[in-house]
T-cell receptor, first 115, second 118 residues
Framework: AQSVTQLDSHVSVSEGTPVLLRCNYSSSYSPSLFWYVQHPNKGLQLLLKYTSAATLVKGINGFEAEFKKSETSFHLTKPSAHMSDAAEYFCVVTGFTSGTYKYIFGTGTRLKVLA | GAVVSQHPSRVICKSGTSVKIECRSLDFQATTMFWYRQFPKQSLMLMATSNEGSKATYEQGVEKDKFLINHASLTLSTLTVTSAHPEDSSFYIC??????????????FGPGTRLTVL
């Protein structure tokens, strides 16, 4: 079975400093992994996706994530935080059941950016 | 590309009435659409998977008679909350997977619908 754990429910950083949002996964096969961002009262926006190609995945808005199979991790990083990055971030792993890919969501990490 | 819309964005209704929420894929055809529910400050919970032209598959614990899902075309799925009660108040989000890439697993999400039942 597939599962995903986001290790921090809240992360606070100062504007201009690096961001690290941690995600560990469990999967019985080579998974697809995603990071999504959700601003208040909005839907989810895809930041980036890993599908067994390059292990370092670059996404939108300067975010990137590295797939590390040995550590079963897919941490999200950004070199310099902006105020607009304040939002909820979800790590997702896919599970294939009943002929359909389903998303398995982490519990989310709320990123706060301090001026 | 890959835009998904939802209508309405917000709805307030009286207890006992039914509410319909529409989910549309605007620039692609979606064989599969998903409906999620999100409680405040929590993650998304998958309610059901809807495939065009067939019955929806509901997750365990989701009442299929209460949450009616119809996926009549490759661009439209609807969720009807029947006989709504205050405990049904929530943020409902749909997503869609493009038909043109049947083996992909990327979902594109709508902006969500805030349902408040008085």
């Amino acid at each position: 079975a597939q599962s995903v754990t986001q290790l921090d429910s809240h992360v606070s950083v100062s504007e201009g400093t690096p961001v690290l949002l941690r995600c560990n996964y469990s999967s019985s096969y080579s998974p697809s992994l995603f990071w999504y961002v959700q601003h208040p009262n909005k839907g989810l926006q895809l930041l980036l996706k890993y599908t067994s190609a390059a292990t370092l995945v670059k996404g939108i808005n300067g975010f990137e994530a590295e797939f590390k199979k040995s550590e079963t991790s897919f941490h999200l990083t950004k070199p310099s935080a902006h105020m607009s990055d304040a939002a909820e971030y979800f790590c997702v792993v896919t599970g294939f059941t009943s002929g359909t890919y389903k998303y398995i969501f982490g519990t989310g990490t709320r990123l706060k950016v301090l001026a | 590309g890959a835009v998904v819309s939802q209508h309405p964005s917000r709805v307030i209704c009286k207890s006992g009435t039914s509410v319909k929420i529409e989910c549309r894929s605007l620039d692609f055809q979606a064989t599969t659409m998903f409906w999620y529910r999100q409680f405040p400050k929590q993650s998304l919970m998958l309610m059901a998977t809807s495939n065009e032209g067939s019955k929806a598959t509901y997750e365990q614990g989701v009442e299929k008679d209460k949450f009616l899902i119809n996926h009549a075309s490759l661009t439209l799925s609807t969720l009807t909350v029947t006989s709504a009660h205050p405990e049904d108040s929530s943020f409902y989000i749909c997503s869609a997977s493009p038909e043109s890439r049947p083996h992909t697993d990327t979902q594109y999400f709508g902006p969500g619908t805030r349902l408040t039942v008085l």
